[in-house]
């Protein structure tokens, strides 16, 4: 499960992420409760969400482009100061009793404009420190570092807000960037498993995209991701609202929320690890079950009942964000993978500019049970057409029948079909 820490560049990396991204999480829900909070919209919050991803979405191919030209590292020293620089900013303005909405509003635009290059950097930088036999098992744990960051940055967030504000959310995520800083530069570049750079040229951007549009099994897990993350991934929206009026409970049911969906994740992550392969299966499942189980928990009825589902649906998310980023990673050429992962993180994450004040809306017009349903219906369609599409493809064909006095449903290759019947 935790055999790529064994490798020392990969070591520091993961001991760097696992500060900043509990920083990152304190910033996430002290943003989103200061949004909540001066402006009491839940639309708001969408906007704020749709802002911090909204350069990936304009941008992100030609961040993959430059990913694929520049060496990692360098590029990565750039990004996470960008963001320890912006986190600071905030801190003093909060601190100081000077933000305002539309501070928070340039804030998160800033961020999203070097999550741009740092995204793609971080994904492809992987395989660089730990080599294609590991690259399963390190993708998975990356996974699982962000997850339990989840689990504690949201708990401290929850007390800062309570205890001394948000300003000092923001001032600890700006400080946690030290460590990733610290971890890139003690790491020992000889020992990086480095692909070379692609030269500076003209139609790599098309040439990337002609790269996916030929390859089923690339193209249908992203467009998969694109429907979840657009639709089914707007949390920060529906969560405050479940908080603030479902349940009228406060910021310390939001960070509950947020904490228990990071136990699930945690969960799935580690589960992943374990997994040899990634199967395009598994994907489907996990991205069926995502969508049922937040229609489900749109008609809980109490808020225990609530918060509890957030474990299983935190659990079939993350299934199906690692299973998709690795099965892309391991189907795509070295050479490619910059602009391929910036296309797969700009269809997950850029969706959410689209889906979030969309959500928002909809939250504040009809409710947040409303919202959050409608975000699960979709996800659950999207899954199910998507895997009848890949079936096909794969030359595969429904089959219901029983086994051993239960039913069972399953997916055959058609040609054993047709041999049953002959027979």
Known sequence: MFS????????????????????????????????????????????????QFLPMLLFGLYGGVLVDRLPKRPALLVTQSSMAVTGLALAALTLTGHVQVWHVYV???????ATVVDNPARQSFVSEMVGPGQLQNAVSLNSANFQSARLV??????????????????????????????????????ELHVVERAPRGKGQLREGLAYVAKRPELIWPIVLVGFIGTFGFNFPVWLSAYADDVFDAGAGAYSLFNTLMAVGSLVGALLAARRGTARLRVLIAAALAFGTLETVAAVAPSYWLFALLMVPIGISGLTVNVTANTAVQMGTDPAMRGRVMALFMMV????????????????????????????????AVAAGAIGLVLARIGGLRLSVGWYRGHPRVRFVPRDREQLATAA
């Open 4 to 51: 790529s820490l064994k490798i020392r560049n990969y070591r520091l990396f993961f001991i760097g992420q696992a500060v900043s991204n509990t920083g990152t999480w304190m910033q996430r829900i002290a943003q989103d409760w200061l949004v909540l909070s001066l402006t009491g919209s839940s639309a708001a919050v969408g906007i704020t969400t749709a802002l």
């Open 153 to 190: 940055g949201p708990a401290v967030a929850g007390l800062m807000i309570t205890g001394v504000g948000t300003g000092w959310a923001f001032l600890a995520n700006g400080l946690s960037f030290a460590a990733p800083i610290a971890g890139l530069l003690l790491m020992r570049a000889r």
């Open 348 to 379: 997950f994450m850029g969706g959410t500019p689209l889906g979030a004040p969309v959500v928002g809306w909809i939250t504040d017009t009809y409710g947040a049970r409303i919202g959050f349903a409608a975000g699960g219906v979709v996800s």
């Open 107 to 113: 804030a998160a635009f800033a961020v999203g404009l």
